[in-house]
């Protein structure tokens, strides 16, 4: 007697599923937005999958434009002739501000692993890989 076989299975469709960059989130302002569209374009779709990583880049993206912000402030104070003694104490706490405001993008740009030491090229790399030639191939 033979044993009954089991119904034939059929393959299941797989169906890759293409990770989509984030869009920046609508509470930013224009240029936090343009922050954002500049810094997950330049890495992999998958790169800031996940609401932490999408907070700490909104951290980055308003870091970035209160640098900018400073720093414009410091290059009018550095255009004045004649500075006062008022004067002499905002620019100074001015560069204090600005050296704080730095060193937090750095941080948050090695937590998100933005910077080329922290996101070493290798098979995991993040960035947008661009063809070179090998260098025996260059003429």
Known sequence: MTEPQPPERKPIAVVPIQP???DSPSHLSAEEAEIWRGTVNAMRPDWFIGKPAQAL???FCLQVVLADDIAA???GLRRKRRRSARDEARYDALVAAHVDACKT???LASI???TPLSNRQSIRDA???TPRPWP???A
């Open 73 to 75: 402030q410091l290059r």
């Open 112 to 114: 998100l692993r933005l």
């Open 57 to 59: 880049l909104q951290a």
């Open 136 to 138: 025996w191939e260059r």
């Open 127 to 129: 960035r947008v890989a």
């Open 105 to 107: 993008l750095l941080r």
């Open 20 to 22: 989509q960059r984030p």
